[in-house]
């Protein structure tokens, strides 16, 4: 009988799920599967990848989530189309601003506002329908199920059965099915996956226990009894569900009405800039860009004229006019955050102290020059915009990064999120992944391994893949003989396992993502490490492949020296300078170089820079040569 | 209430109770039970559960146990695992 997975929790599932996306997906299009759900818990941080790699193993994949319920039931909620994946976003979203910041918890009252588009298993055995079954607790329960037969409607909401042998799953069962018939509610059978082989279990084990801070032997309440959670061959399902037989075709069922297709179906739309009235983005910008350019230049020359004529072609060829006074409104932002700092004077024009400093290809744009994203003159520099702005065709927007000193760049993203809201500006997550140092102490943790040996390993392996753990404790005196020690043994083999596992979600550290419609439609968001601070689900890849259009605020040590610098010129000398304009011909600063007396100053104080021993012959040539470096 | 002995208590003096007796079974295919051989042949109406352990296989005597909860055609009833490291059948009583 075919079969659809509808309830499997991947390594997003952090410190529980003990199989990658692309395990589980090969696993079930090899056991003939017609669709899988990715369930993770409470969040949907491998949605779009999983999205990715569906498509290109050709097998339907379906987005779902087994989100946290105040007291700590599970419910399993898979997204029918775009409406349900955008009311999923904002369930896992509630669950995360709602409970603790590392425990969400939805309060079910949120349920019905964001019914639509969703479909309702009822949950695993610790969902609140099997715990009151499991509690001989029918009335109550057959009030729950009606309550949700109200929320999601008979044909959302099914029981969800869970045949994993573990003692009491048969019992539950045979309630939970004289309870659907009695009510007349269909039934699905699920797997409640955390490993595509059994084999798997093993590493499934020590991630429990490391999410407990605890070893194995602490954890036997905590572990899953049994190596039962895999994706099974459908014969084993037929079996193990032959008093259910409509449970399993019912999943298939339920995974045709799954037609959601996330590499097709986001709505993401970069804000629209609000010009001033009278005006259009383009004209806006023109308009800017022209006061600039007389206050750079003294005067709007052939040259400038030239190269706005041809930049502005591009900008309108690529409607690319909004994008950049987006930034222009982030730099100004940071212009704020600057003056009550007191880092600037407010009668200078942005563009003559910017708060930021552009840098890549994206200072070859005279716009960027003229509007504040970047402190250099391209026309000066000769820069070709082609690098930036290919005239012939464009399949994203292009990257601008903007470098910014410490005290800025933090206030500056908190500022970003009160300017368009936290639904609407949030920052980038990026998962951190387990290498060889992490695999070796935690799951030497939680093997019960010598506290001191382990601690002795990590700090004697280099860092890189754990797969490489053995061939490291080979060079080691210290720890060659155990390598083929019980336990150590154990240890090599799920390092193996363990290596590029997620640990968890944390902030990227300055990429921030903008957006028209509300972000929370299109992917969870929840609250940042640092009060204040918002960051979505996905990290920078999920994020390009959403099409999304990220701002990187950089933080650079080295602008929050200069910016010191500069303030103290200004209050001793009452000078303002402006960085832009400095003399790149000042041939005490050349013999400074020149001498190696570089310590210090960013970018040119590795010991091979400071051998160059020869004063540089000029900016440009000196550039090159630390380049080659 | 039990009166205390006035002896010290150390492993030595624990008796374990209640253990799995190693028993004979005849399977089907797929490895479940049909009939127990031992202390006599009695044939297995229904496997009433199911359930299965696997743990400890961190250390020297990993468990990996496959529990049935048979009922005879006699109305009795009895729980039965198969050791699956060693692939023998016992009795366990609850």
Known sequence: MPYAELHCHSYYSFHDGASSLEELLTQAKELGYQALALTDHDNLCGAMRFAQVTHSLDIQGIIGAEVTLKGGYHLTLLARDSTGYRNLCRLITAAHNSGERNNPELDPCQLPEQAAGLIVLSGCPRSELAQLIDGSRQAEARALVRQYLEWFGWENYYLEVQQNLVHGDTSRNRALAALAQEMGVRMAATGNVHYHIRERHQLQDCLVAIRHCRNLEETHRERRANSEFYLRPVKELDTLFQEYPEALTNTLAIANRCTLDLTRDLCYIFPDYPAPEGETPESYLEKLCSEAAVRRYGAITPEVSARLEQEFGLVRKFKLAGFLLMYHEVIKLGREVMLEQGLSDPSLALEENPPGRGRGSSVSLLIGYLIGLSHIDPLKYNLSLERFLPSDTMSTVPDIDLDFPRSIREDLILRTHQRWGWEHAVLTGTIATYMVKGAVRDLGKALGLPEEEVDQLSRQVDWGSAKGLKDQMQKSPQFQSKIDTPVWRDLIRLAWELDGFPKYLGQHPGGMVLSSTPLIDIVPVQRGAIDGRYVCQWDKDSIDDAGFVKIDFLALGALSQMQEALELIHRHTGKRIDISRINFEDTAVYDMLGGGDTIGIFQVESAPRRSQRRPPPSFLVYTAIMSTL | ?94
Do not use: H
């Open chain 2, 1 to 94: 209430m039990v009166q205390n002995s006035g002896k010290t208590l150390c492993p030595g003096t624990l008796k374990p109770v209640n253990l799995p007796e190693l028993i004979k079974a005849e399977e089907d295919a797929s490895g479940l039970p049909t009939a127990i051989l031992t202390p006599r042949r009695q044939v297995i109406k229904t496997i009433e559960d199911r359930w299965r352990i696997d743990d400890e296989w961190w250390r020297r005597e990993p468990v990996s146990r496959l529990y049935c909860a048979v009922l005879f055609a006699s109305g009795q009833r009895l729980v039965v695992y198969k050791d699956l490291t060693d692939g023998e059948w016992y009795k366990q009583g609850y």
